[in-house]
């Protein structure tokens, strides 16, 4: 079965930095594409970042290029999204989703972790 | 990147069909064979419905089914049941390895 338990979630200041990470098991993680997809309070879904199954490709949404970055790290399974300069907009649960594979789609979601920028 | 376009909510009464509408462009839906939508419970993750348009993943009821013309996609839910009412998202895979959502649907059950 899989399962991907993301951490790192805390309060933040605005201009501040924080990593999450996401734990995964269940599959063969060093096959798989990855993303993070964010959601603010009572908001909608909003992809974030990809990448690869070896970590050579990345590639981020416009709100977030620049300032995030998403590495892995196959030999610990786990996925990490580097976020730096946040403000309050980046405010929002943040999951980690396996990609489907060769289908484009997100198969498998974490349950999320709560980011909250604020001063 | 801008956000794919859908109803802010849609009602039926139970064993009643609706439709979900989700509007792109020419650069999102319009050009890859690869929408899927989410269905979203109240403080629980999204879970995949519907992927590649129109194809259903094993385990999901066959009275989801996606489709779509030109820069619409579309989900109907037949036979609509109490445990539909949730939310959801349509994405599309867009250029240059990116994905685009849709600001989401609420679906109640009357």
């Known amino acids: 079965e899989v399962h991907l338990v993301e951490s790192g979630g805390v309060v933040v200041q605005p201009g501040g930095s924080l990593r999450l990470s996401c734990a995964a098991s269940?599959?063969?993680?060093?096959?798989?594409?990855m993303h993070w997809v964010r959601q603010a309070p009572g908001k909608g879904l909003e992809w974030v970042s990809l990448?690869?199954?070896?970590?050579?490709?990345?590639f981020y949404a416009d709100s977030v290029k620049g300032r995030f970055t998403v590495s892995r790290d196959n030999s610990k399974n786990s996925l990490y999204l580097q976020m730096n300069s946040l403000t309050t907009e980046d405010t929002g649960f943040y999951y980690c989703?396996?990609?489907?594979?060769?289908?484009?789609?997100?198969?498998?979601w974490g349950q999320g972790t709560l980011v909250t920028v604020s001063s | 990147q801008s956000a794919l376009t859908q109803p802010a909510s849609v009602s039926g009464s139970p064993g009643q069909t609706i439709t979900v509408s989700c509007t792109g462009t020419?650069?999102?839906?319009?050009?890859?064979?690869?929408v899927s939508w989410y269905q979203q419970h109240p403080g629980k993750a999204p879970k995949l419905m519907i992927y590649?348009?129109?194809r259903r993943p094993s385990g999901v009821s066959n009275r989801f089914s996606g489709s779509k013309s030109g820069t619409t996609a579309s989900l109907t839910i037949s036979g609509l049941q109490a445990e539909d009412e949730a939310d959801y998202y349509c994405?599309?895979?867009?250029?240059?390895?990116?994905?685009?959502f849709g600001a989401g649907t609420k679906v109640t059950v009357l």
């Open positions: 989703v396996k990609d489907g594979t060769g289908n484009f789609a997100l198969d498998y």
């Open positions: 269940g599959f063969t993680f060093d096959d798989q594409t």
């Open positions: 990448i690869g199954w070896d970590g050579g490709s990345t």
């Open positions: 020419s650069s999102d839906i319009g050009s890859y064979d690869l």
């Open positions: 590649e348009d129109i």
């Open positions: 994405c599309s895979y867009a250029r240059s390895r990116t994905y685009v």
